[in-house]
């Protein structure tokens, strides 16, 4: 491949142009001076005195003798014909020594300004040094006229010629005369020696039509050039007869080397005019640049460097701006008719280009075509500037030819103009290809633009690329397959060989047809026998039409990519995330843990596909794929995986899709991620294991609008080979329906089980899942019917065959998983209305029985008709297809009072192909309740009476005060009439009791703490009565158990409450302390109330109430002692809960509870007094207890109650004591019984201290 304009093709022989006409004018000059010398110069030899001369001065001894000439400093010529200065040897030495001079000449015939000759005098001349040396003042030569060089030498010996301005001289030329080669220093070693130029002064060199530095070597002669920052050059080459290739600097060697050492600044203008430049026919070539460089004109190169048989080398640190058209910065050749290597470092600034370049500029540009290798480094920033309709500006090109070409690049990079590129090599036949990106970015504009371009035509040569910065490209055309000028962040493309693209930057932005990284082994008809390996980090944006994220191609070579990093494709249609592909069934891996976006038809987030070979992917980011015929994941080969553990989705809805161009032999996916939609196949071998979350839905965009509209049947195929199988350990799931969005609903292909029609799909109603052609599914996870949603009617049907609702031969395994399903939890039969598992037949594993959990979405409970309630349809009519122990219920269900259970066939034992749930007790169809109801009354109950209480519960004997030696005598001092008290109680319960129909039964076990403070007032109706007033407080909780008649479950209910009271007590006290008491209290209670049913989810509700109480007695005296207290007590309760619904949905209301209770009961008790003063009086009481309170809840509005029995009965026995002064106490045990098996035990016990 040849690039640039042919005007410099080394192999045209424009560029060695000059040597011919510069040994014309040499021999032309010898003539003239011989014709002139004695009009125009006078000669002398030495040193020329010190004033103004209108003519010059030559020295030319006779053969054999050195030739010497000086100036000192304040001479001036100013001249009109031959050359100013002349020192010429003939076959000897010959010197020019300047210092403080000035020279101007003028036409008509003016030639060189200082001007050393050596010539030959025939046979065999000793080698003879030519020097001008040009040392302290400061120096001019203006040219004008017919005048050719400022400074020249013409060494035709094989000695050196050298020009020397020594550092603190100025040395300015203006050498403008119009015409071709006309320099400010020219050395011409036409017979073999070196050629040096040496400026290490200052001043400003100009020219028009010829350069400002020119150094030609012959033979084995090396040319070198040096020149220092003071220096500055301006090469015009406007003139349209003088427009060959002019620098600032121009070195020329043909056998030795050609070397450029440059710090001055230089200006070229027009056409050809460049920098530097530095050329050799078989030498090597060296520029080392740090001025800065500008040219303006067509192919005005920066530095120019030339060796079609030499090695180049151009390290630059300085500024290189160029604006003609094909004007590059850096622009090196080589390798025609040899093995010379190319390196070129640039750690200056380039901008080459204008918006008028149609040629195509380049930054750095090297054209090898030999055997040599090519080596690019540096980390100058670059801009160029281009045409946006043609030519190609690219930033960094390498077209290499046999050798190993490499970029190491960390500047950045900007590129306008058509088809422009970052850095790009092209290696024709044979090498390596090794590009290294480090720099911050790299940006090109306009279309088939691209970032980093590397390819080898060689069958055998490798590419490696490596970026770590920013790319962006912009454009709008191309390919994309390799083959025409797509538009790619990355692209690497060998023939066959290895390639490898390692991308670490941040990002890469590319719009137009293409990728953003693209590695092929395949290109041009190449076999692909390689293989190919991408990695990447960074974000990729690809945001044209047919544009990928990641492109690969092999033939029968292995592809491995990964990617850690996000990418985005935009493109109307074939916009993959990443597109893997090879044509020859090489292994094709993809490892990805970025997240994946697209948007188009056919725009897969990872599309990979070999003929016949392993395709693997594996997923652990999030992919959201485009609509039409893409996919999240598609794959194709001869065996084929897919394992995930990110997400996978796409706008089509198809999740993963296998086998995407022909049946391949196996098909597996391992997810333990989330896949949402379709996972299909057509005749592999499948087999899906799912640990994590499948969702299975299609919900499809058919638009391209990027939104979804179209809600259809969720037929999920695996195709037709006999072995596929679905191994659920995870959650799969039906897809609930969106609130909005759906604008068109397709229920084709539904399948109605047992015909019911509240299972047609409809919208904002039941969805349809279809898992077809799976021969085994097997179920230790979750299958989730319910989809999460609040509608009945799902229906989800796993087969083996091809259509629905036949028997496709397939089973279905249950393996200790669930199963969720909604249910409206009625009556059934005809009513029948609940999600639906559908399977062919049905078995049980190792794992165990499927557990069936049903949520009930809007029942209220009702004792079932005819079979119940159907939640799995066995296809398959034998009882083999049916396993007994295939479902259960994974937790009670229940609605209202009723409780389900689950039933494998007929109410009448006939058929085993349907399970459904019946709230019928065996063998009677009577209703089956649930325990909870027990619960429930027994924690209205429990709460209403937690408080309730007799005098003598809460004081013991209240007589005592007289006899604690208390003063009870009337006195003024009416502190000594209120002794105070504090007492604390304890009561412990155990209780149980049945409902009125024998359906319930409880069991409580309550604890009571109890306590207060009171004082007593002792004269209110006479001398001995007393009042006693008080505050009390109360905490109190009960553990209930219940159960119902024919069903195992129980269910626990629990009460904590806090009250609040105060109590009045009036005490007759006649001379025997005996006679009337009336006792009242008041409280207001606080509970917290809860109820756990076996495997459902706890109920917690709070109550509150208050509660009054009025009691009489009075003790009557009987024989020894004894004394008999009749008594009377009624209470009234108050208790209320607010109405709630519990996490199953039953509503829990009607509790509040409000009545009376009443007492009758008789005590008798007996005191001993021991003879320090202590007192034990043992008593038995009776009671008859009446509760006449609301005792029924009702559940969603049905209302059952009578839990306890309306009276009970109860004996208690007790001892109260005077244990000291100030102490008192008080116990007892009672037993109550009643109905309805009511039966309790009491244990109370008391203390009070008085003062």
Known sequence: MRFGPAAHDIQRGALFRRPASAIAISQCIALTIASQDSDAQTALCGVVPVGQYTSGYFCQPTAGNAASLSTTSGTTFSTTAGHVLRATGVGANATLNVSGTAISTSPPSALNGMYVQITNPGGAAPASDARIVIDGGVNSVTAAGAALDAIAIANATSGSSSVVVTQGTTLT????????????????????????????????????????????????????????????????????????????????????????????????????????FAESTTGNVSVQNSGALTTNGVNGFGIRAVSPGGSVTVANTGAITTSGGGGHGIYVTNGTTGNGSVSVDNRGTLRVGTTADDTGSRAIYVLSQGTGDVSITGNGDIVVTGSATAGRGYGIIVSAGSGHASVNYGGSIEAHGNGAGGIRIDAASAGNVDITYTGARIETFNSNANGIYATTGAADGTVTIRSQGTIVTHSDAGGGDGTGVGAFGIQGLSQGAEVVIQNTGPLIDVNGSGAAILASNAYLGGLGHGDVFVTNTGALRARGNAQQGIRTLTGTGGQSIVNDGPIQTSGASGSQGIWANSTGGGTVSVANTGAISTLGTGSSGIDAQTTSGTVSVGNAGAISAGWGTSAGIQVNGGTQSVTNSGTVAALSDVAIRGDAQAAGTRFNVDNSGQVTGLVTATGA?????NTGTWTLRNFADTTGS?????????????????????????????????????????????????????????????????????????????????????????????????????????????????????????????NSHSDMLVVDAAATGTGGATRIRVSNVGGDGALTTGNGIALVDILGTAPSASDSGAFTLDRRVVAGPYEYRLFRGAEDGSGTNVWYLRSDREPDPEPLYRPEIAAYLANQRLAGQMFVHSLHDRLGEPQYVNEQGFNMARTDDRASDKPKSGWLRMVGKWERSQSANGLFNVRTNAFLLHGGLEFADWSMLSETDRVHVGGMLSYGTANSNATAQGNPAHAQGKVEGWSLGAYATWYQNDEHKLGAYVDSWVQVGWFNNQVDGDTLDAAKYHAGGFAVSGETGYAIPLHGDWVVEPQAQIIYI??????????????????????????????????????????????????WWRTTTDSSVSFNALPLGTMYPRDRFEAKLGLNALLGKRWTGWANVSGSWGQQDYRQLAVRGGVKYTW
Not at 685 to 689: C, F, G, K, L, V
Not at 1165 to 1178: A, I, K
């Open 685 to 689: 071998t499948t087999t899906i294991n």
């Open 173 to 276: 030329i203006d050498n403008r005369v119009l015409g071709n080669e006309h320099d400010g220093i020219d050395i011409n070693a036409s017979g073999g020696g070196n050629a040096l130029v040496s400026h290490s002064g200052s001043g400003t060199i100009s020219t028009l039509g010829g350069n400002g530095v020119w150094v030609k070597a012959t033979g084995a002669g090396n040319a070198v050039a040096e020149v220092g920052s003071g220096v500055s050059f301006v090469v015009d080459n406007t003139d349209t007869s003088s427009q060959g290739n002019h620098a600032g600097v121009h070195t020329r060697s043909v056998d030795g080397s050609s070397q450029i050492s440059n710090a001055a600044n230089v200006q070229a203008i027009g056409r050809n005019a460049f920098g530097v």
């Open 1134 to 1183: 108050d208790y209320h809960e607010n109405d709630f619904t519990e996490p199953n949905g039953t509503r829990i209301g009607g509790a509040n509870s409000s009545g009376l209770v009443t007492r009758l009961g008789i005590r008798t008790h007996r005191t001993w007094v021991r003879d320090d003063g202590r007192r034990f009086q043992p008593y038995f009481t009776f009671n």
């Open 706 to 830: 990027g939104v979804k509209d179209t809600w259809r049947i969720a037929a999920n195929s695996l195709g037709t080979a006999s072995g596929n199988a679905i191994v659920n350990a995870g959650v799969l799931s039906l897809a609930a329906q969106p609130t909005t969005g759906i604008a068109t609903f397709d229920a084709t292909g539904a399948y109605l089980p047992l015909g019911y029609q509240v299972n047609t799909p409809s919208p904002g109603g039941p969805v349809q899942g279809q898992l077809l052609g799976v021969r085994t599914f097997t179920n230790s996870g979750i299958v989730d019917v319910s989809g999460g949603g609040k509608v009945a009617g799902n229906v989800l049907v796993i087969s083996g065959g091809q259509t629905a609702g036949n028997d496709g031969g397939g089973r279905y395994v249950s393996n200790g998983g669930r199963l969720f399903l909604n249910s409206v939890l009625n009556e059934g039969g005809a």
